[in-house]
């Protein structure tokens, strides 16, 4: 039974989740997404199918968070100096993200051989360790690559590819269909922390409403105590 190593991508917390401008003052939007990357490690971190953890970004923004939950950092500009661009053509795929999680799983393997590869995105602020547990399960019955749809059957919350398969990642607009139609199999069940990421203010809510983390939860209410929230869910 292969072991799984988890990557991780983050963005600048400071130009993370734009899309929640609407109802998140640009402070707190920082805030809520260093709160969502916590409760993602978190629970990744809780899981017990998980040998190690990879934040892939600028080193200088997640080093400090890395050492606190005892997880390693590839830096994404040294990756993008290195990684292949295994992206299809004429597609939506975002091709700098694909090349940063493409090299940081082939260094990743380079060092870990026996080991699978998941990738998870880093606002999961209700993802359960079950939920990890359940496709990583998947995966060990599958010669095939796992995808985890988001909750709006779209894009990608997660791919996860068995050991020694090498898939070209199709995250960006659309993704499930992409990762769908380059050969990669939909998980099963109900996963719902792990589909619920949050792009707007809507799937914040969504999230909170799933059972969003200590993190997450303490960022939103600041976040209404300062008046800078101003959706009308109060579930926190």
Not at 34 to 59: F, Q, Y
Not at 68 to 75: A, I, K, P, Q, T
Not at 110 to 120: E, Q, S
Not at 143 to 170: C, E, K, N, W
């Amino acid at each position: 039974m292969s072991a799984t190593w988890i990557l991780i991508p983050v963005k600048p917390f400071a130009h993370a989740k734009s899309r929640l401008s609407s109802a998140v003052g640009p402070e707190d939007r920082s805030r809520i997404a260093e709160a969502m990357l916590r409760d993602t490690l978190s629970a990744v971190r809780s899981c017990p199918d998980v040998n190690g953890v990879t934040l892939i970004g600028h080193r200088s923004g997640i080093a400090e968070i890395a050492r606190e939950y005892g997880v390693s950092v590839l830096d994404d500009a040294e990756l993008l100096g290195s990684a292949p661009m295994r992206i299809r053509t004429g597609t939506f795929a975002d091709p700098r993200l694909n090349a940063v999680i493409a090299g940081a799983a082939d260094t990743i393997r380079k060092k870990a051989a026996n080991h699978a590869i998941g990738v998870l995105h880093a606002d999961l602020p209700a993802l359960a360790a079950a939920d990890i547990t359940a496709v990583i399960g998947d995966m060990r019955r599958s010669p095939s690559p796992i995808f985890v749809a988001d909750r709006h059957g779209y894009g990608t919350t997660g791919l996860f590819m068995p050991q020694g398969v090498i898939f070209a990642p199709q995250f960006g607009e659309s993704s499930a269909l992409r990762h769908l139609q380059a050969g990669a199999v939909a998980a099963a069940g109900e996963l719902t922390g792990l589909r619920c990421d949050v792009d707007t203010p809507e799937d914040l809510e969504a999230a909170l409403e799933a059972g969003a983390g200590k993190w997450t939860r303490a960022a939103v209410t600041r976040a209404l105590c300062t008046g800078t929230f101003t959706c009308e869910t109060r579930k926190v």
